[in-house]
């Protein structure tokens, strides 16, 4: 009898083994193609530190639309078509809406951040803030006032042409502090700019995936400060009193300004503060805080690094800089300087400002985390990706709950089938077409419910820096 016992022991233990390994594998073989993952690592060896968006693109080649990745038990799904982005991100935008844990941006004050709130009503009410005042019907407002700071910044580069990244950073945050805050900057030695910078790289190295063991084992910020290993507790601690300085003290600059009856009007702060009666409550003023402090730091890096990409192509594409001065001088004539509404009657220099988007977007894998290395200026820019809240199947894939879901913005917008020669600067390309000039900006400027709420601020922005520069200027290689 004994025997028996032990005899059906094995065979349940040896059925449920095999049942668990013919499930696993079952699971394994519904998951979207990807390269061969190795035992616990999964792929994380294989994802580089930098320039990944280059990786990810020869395995989209390899593998397809849909790649799927493990890091450590971190399920990655990387989109590569601009199809499948639009089906599962603004299709099903329900369920892949939400942001993965970041448990030591969190603990470095960055915790109550637009960026990295869930999908929940505090999300939805800091989005709204930011729509209602950047959104396409408010943003005509702040036109006149970027279009005198991209003159400002020409007429400097004419005075200090080998200084041009440094007066680039001046005249961008220049522009964002004065929407977001109603504060106007002439030097970049401002003490909200150089809080913001400091908040900036705060966030750029406390959201770096892979180098916080927290992130992983979230329970070990509740360890006492004095056992051993938990000097990322310290760091933590000394980071969110930066980060509450810089969300805190220019929105108050902003609140005080407008009661004393000294704001610069219209600016984001204001007009939300105008919507609550100048009496917002507890809740919405920290909503109110937290998005414009996203505002001023989401706007700056993104903003330089599309205007830096700009004169980098008109350097290398002389022929192009000259057919978009020719449109200008032909549709505008000598007498004035092209403004952000003659965009529509300028279709060659819109194109080539879709193409700077396009040929080296801002943020190369949507909201991924990466180091962004413009041509002519290094820079690392932080974005989040999108995180699946439950088991989806699509075309047959199985893409399973707590997925981080990258778009390869890089991929979409270098597809050789939809965009010729990917690697060659060409407006001519959109043949004067909004359809295909949005194709671009769909992608740039991420997608669903996570899509950029600055998207027609970062459009306006280029667009007047561009077409006052090519305007006025020849842009050469130093003699």
Request: charged share 20%; net charge negative.
């Given at each position: 009898m004994e025997s028996l016992s032990n005899n059906i022991g094995i065979t349940l233990l040896a059925a449920g083994v095999a049942y668990f390994a013919f499930a696993s594998?079952?699971?394994?073989?519904?998951?979207?193609p990807g390269p061969r993952r190795l035992p616990i690592v999964g792929n994380a060896f294989q994802i580089p530190?930098?320039?990944?968006?280059?990786?990810?693109?020869?395995?989209?080649?390899?593998?397809?639309?849909?790649?799927?990745?493990?890091?450590?038990?971190?399920?990655l799904v990387l989109l590569n078509s601009y199809e499948v982005a639009k089906d599962l991100l603004e299709q099903r935008s329900a369920i892949y809406s939400d942001r993965p844990h970041l448990e030591m941006a969190y603990l470095s004050g960055y915790d109550k951040a637009f960026v990295l709130q869930p999908y929940n009503d505090n999300w939805r009410q800091q989005r709204k803030i930011l729509t209602q005042d950047l959104g396409p019907r408010m943003i005509p407002r702040?036109?006149?006032?970027?279009?005198?700071?991209?003159?400002?910044?020409?007429?400097?580069?004419?005075?200090?042409?080998?200084?041009?990244?440094?007066?680039?950073?001046l005249r961008i945050a220049a522009i964002i502090l004065r929407i977001t805050y109603g504060h106007y900057i002439s030097a970049d030695t401002d003490p909200f700019l150089t809080l913001g910078r400091a908040a900036m790289d705060i966030f750029s190295r406390s959201a770096e995936p892979g180098v916080w063991l927290v992130d992983a084992i979230p329970i070990l910020k509740k360890l006492p400060t004095w056992v051993p290993g938990t000097g990322f507790l310290h760091t933590a601690a000394a980071w969110r009193q930066v980060v509450h300085k810089a969300a805190w003290e220019p929105y108050m600059w902003a609140k005080r300004n407008l009661?004393?009856?000294?704001?610069?009007?219209?600016?984001?702060?204001?007009?939300?503060?105008?919507?609550?009666?100048?009496?917002?409550?507890?809740?919405?003023?920290?909503?109110?805080?937290?998005?414009?402090?996203?505002?001023?730091?989401?706007?700056?890096?993104?903003?330089?690094?599309?205007?830096?990409?700009?004169f980098h192509a008109m350097l290398l594409n002389p022929a192009v800089q000259k057919k978009a001065q020719k449109e200008i001088d032909s549709v505008i004539g000598l007498d004035r300087l092209p403004t952000i509404e003659d965009k529509d009657s300028l279709p060659y220099v819109k194109g080539l400002v879709t193409e700077v988007l396009r040929l080296r977007p801002a943020i190369p894998l949507g909201l991924f985390f990466v180091s962004v290395i413009s041509p002519v200026l290094t820079r690392q820019t932080k974005g989040v990706p999108h995180a699946l809240v439950k088991d989806d199947?699509?075309?047959?894939?199985?893409?399973?709950?707590?997925?981080?879901?990258?778009?390869?913005?890089?991929?979409?917008l270098h597809d050789p089938d939809v965009f010729p020669n990917p690697m060659e600067f060409q407006p001519e390309r959109y043949n004067n077409l909004d359809s295909a000039m949005k194709r671009v900006t769909d992608v740039a400027f991420g997608f669903g419910r996570r899509l950029c709420p600055g998207k027609a601020f970062g459009e306006g922005t280029l667009f007047a820096i561009a077409s006052t520069v090519l305007a006025t200027c020849d842009i050469t290689p130093p003699r």
């Open positions: 594998l079952v699971r394994r073989t519904n998951y979207p530190k930098t320039f990944q968006w280059l990786t990810f693109s020869k395995w989209a080649e390899k593998y397809g639309s849909i790649v799927y990745l493990e890091a450590v038990g971190q399920p702040y036109h006149t006032f970027k279009e005198g700071e991209a003159r400002l910044l020409t007429k400097s580069i004419l005075d200090e042409p080998s200084n041009l990244e440094h007066l680039i950073k009661e004393s009856g000294t704001a610069l009007l219209p600016n984001t702060c204001a007009t939300a503060l105008e919507a609550s009666g100048g009496q917002p409550s507890t809740e919405l003023e920290e909503q109110l805080v937290w998005a414009a402090c996203m505002m001023m730091e989401g706007g700056m890096d993104t903003s330089m690094i599309s205007a830096m990409n700009f199947l699509y075309e047959g894939m199985h893409l399973p709950k707590g997925s981080v879901v990258i778009p390869n913005a890089w991929h979409m």
